[in-house]
């Protein structure tokens, strides 16, 4: 399965200097199954010794294979180095979605969505979202989860949702990720497994932070803020889960990720929880989840 | 139907230069200044010769720019492969179309079940169950332990045509040993045999006993069926959803490929443009013992 994780490739550039930064850059599959790089200028060659890529991300190609580049991901940064991402593309995912529209969500790839607490249409300028709203009593939850915990896996699990904060986020707890039970919401999940997003005043979450938990309280890890967090604000949660790394991100910024994962194979559904730890209610609005596996 | 939304292989002609030693080269694509793509060879990392390409189908309007952005049509997905088929002797540049520029449908096996995504929940033969591997969660389908009976997914035998150039695509694994698997679009689903006959379809078979050491590519238009070499020697594989089998119709022309290469091609005995046709993802036991297909996902858009 891994031929299909989504991956970044950073190709540094080799000791030769191209004369002018009107060169052009290419990659290509030398014959030992290598990427290599070559500048050229005017179509003079200025050819490099083949880059052996070293870290995780070492991708052979025989010359029979296919460089798959979507989108325009291929970029020259400047001297020091070319830079391309490559995804897989939709055709060969196994792929599910939960749409917001109107006061509800529609699955599409999974059987069915369960929620609680109480929904209502949160469409603004920039997209359709259905607002999950808690009572106005302490501990009280208001959530949207897979109906079935068996939707994802731990690794190579790609996982995206864009929502909105709601216009009071003190005496808040928002859980957002892949976890194997919606039985604990706490700061700390205890015996459950999961890899999520956190914002939590109880916990005194400087913003967003990003949570690996193994199966025990003791068994996990939290990143440093990802994102400052503010009311009334739409974010982007993207997340990577790599073979022992999950990749955190906020808004397409800096990456941050954690090593405590769960084992595999483990089962494992979408969930996002509010938590109330005040009086007033509180609410976050979801527009969209995604999520890429195997 | 707009020529642009089929999938399409582009033959590259190789430079007019011809590499001195062949079996040595590479074949390169780049970005010329001018925004046309150029190719060079090369021996040994050492240059060979440079000049421009034909593109010869001029249906196809690729760009180039200097950041070496591919650009197609607003209305492909520039999702591309450089490929260097046979020996510098050619380079295919596959475009595949943008899912957003085609219609589409999805099948996910998920929960024990199947959850569709476009079209109608698929028919299910067999025991299903849910499963988990390392990358993700998937429902197999398991026979009864009598020879012949089967296990599996169909659709209604009307959901495309070969005339609409589907690309299909499925990730699976199967029983490997006295089974016979089919996998693809089939004007019926296809029974405990190794020929289709009447049937008409495109799409995969594993069958021991048509000496097949690996999936193959079959074509059948109802009245002579045509296949090709095995995808992958070894067999099939039983080891989580791990074989990636996928073809795509060119006009004329069905291309195989396992995992987005290994390609092969049939143009010979492929069902009419109009034939309407469904999806059949099946095992089917050869011996009185239950054999399982493990069913990830099943992708299938079309002009």
């Known amino acids: ?10 190709i ?3 000791s030769i200097v191209p004369a002018s930064v009107s060169e052009h850059g290419i990659l290509f599959a030398d014959e030992e199954g290598y990427i290599s790089h070559l500048y050229s200028s005017g179509y003079a060659a200025r050819i490099t010794s083949p880059l052996n ?9 025989s010359d029979v294979q296919s460089l798959i580049v979507p989108r325009k991901t291929l970029v020259n940064l400047g001297n020091q180095e070319a830079q391309f991402a490559f995804l897989p593309r939709a055709q060969a995912r196994k792929w599910w979605s939960i749409f ?5 969500f529609v699955p599409a790839g999974i059987t069915g969505v369960t929620t609680s607490g109480t929904l209502s249409e949160d469409n603004d300028d920039q997209t359709t979202s259905v607002k999950l709203e808690t009572a106005a009593a302490a501990n009280s939850i208001a959530q949207l989860y897979s109906t079935n915990l068996d939707v994802a896996a731990f690794a190579y699990t790609q996982l995206s949702v864009l929502l909105k904060t709601g216009n009071d986020i003190s005496n808040i707890r928002i859980l957002c990720g892949i976890f194997d039970s919606t039985s604990n919401f706490n700061d700390n999940i205890g015996s459950n497994k999961g890899v999520y997003f956190r914002y939590s005043t109880t916990a005194n979450d400087p913003g967003w932070v990003g949570i690996g938990h193994r199966n025990s309280s003791s068994g996990r890890e939290i990143t440093d803020a990802l994102e400052t967090i503010e009311a009334d604000t739409t974010y982007l949660l993207n997340m990577w889960v790599w073979d022992d790394e999950a990749v955190f991100s906020v808004n397409n910024g800096s990456e941050l990720s954690v090593s405590q994962l769960p084992s595999p194979p483990v089962k494992l559904g979408f969930w996002v929880v509010v938590v109330n730890t005040g009086s007033a209610a509180k609410a976050t609005s979801v527009s969209r989840v995604h999520c890429e596996t195997g | 139907m707009p020529a642009r939304l089929n999938p399409k292989i582009l033959t590259l002609e190789e430079n007019p230069t011809s590499p001195s030693t062949p079996a040595n080269d590479d074949v390169l694509f780049f970005a010329g200044s001018d925004g046309r793509v150029h190719s060079r060879s090369s021996s040994s990392l050492s240059d060979r010769s440079a000049g421009n390409i034909t593109i010869k189908d001029e249906d196809l309007n690729v760009l180039i720019s ?7 049509s607003p209305m492909l997905s520039p999702l591309y492969k450089l490929l260097n088929s046979s020996k510098h002797q050619e380079i295919w540049l596959p475009i595949i179309p943008g899912v957003s ?16 995504v476009g079209i109608a929940a698929p028919s299910t033969t067999g025991t299903l169950g849910s499963d988990t591997g390392i990358g993700a969660t998937y429902t197999y389908c398991t ?12 659709s209604t035998f009307n959901v495309v045509r070969r005339g609409y150039n589907p690309l299909f695509a499925a990730k699976l694994s199967a029983s490997d040993i006295n089974v016979r698997v089919w996998v693809g679009l089939f004007s019926a689903a296809p029974g405990n045999v190794d020929n289709l006959g009447t049937i008409k379809g495109i799409g995969f078979r594993y069958s021991p006993a048509a000496g097949d050491t690996g999936f193959v590519g079959v074509v059948s238009d109802g009245t002579s069926q045509a296949v090709t070499p095995p995808l992958s020697a070894g067999g099939v594989s039983t080891f989580n959803p791990n074989d990636f089998l996928e073809f795509r119709v060119s006009g004329d022309t069905v291309y195989f490929y396992k995992w987005g290469s290994e390609i092969h091609s049939l143009n010979t005995n492929l069902p009419t443009l109009t034939q309407d046709l469904g999806l059949c993802v099946r095992v089917i036991t050869t011996e009185a013992v239950a054999k399982s297909i493990v069913i990830a996902n099943v992708w299938c858009d079309f002009d």
């Open chain 1, 100 to 104: 917001a529209a109107g006061s509800s």
């Open chain 1, 53 to 61: 890529l070293t870290d995780d991300n070492i991708v052979t190609l």
């Open chain 1, 12 to 14: 540094r550039r080799t």
């Open chain 2, 101 to 116: 520029a085609r219609k589409w449908w999805y099948i996910n096996g998920v929960s024990g079940g199947f959850a569709p």
């Open chain 2, 66 to 72: 200097n950041a070496l952005t591919v650009k197609t």
């Open chain 1, 1 to 10: 399965m891994s031929a299909l994780k989504p991956k970044t490739l950073k």
């Open chain 2, 143 to 154: 026979t009864a332990a009598s020879s012949g009976s089967n296990a599996g997914i169909t």
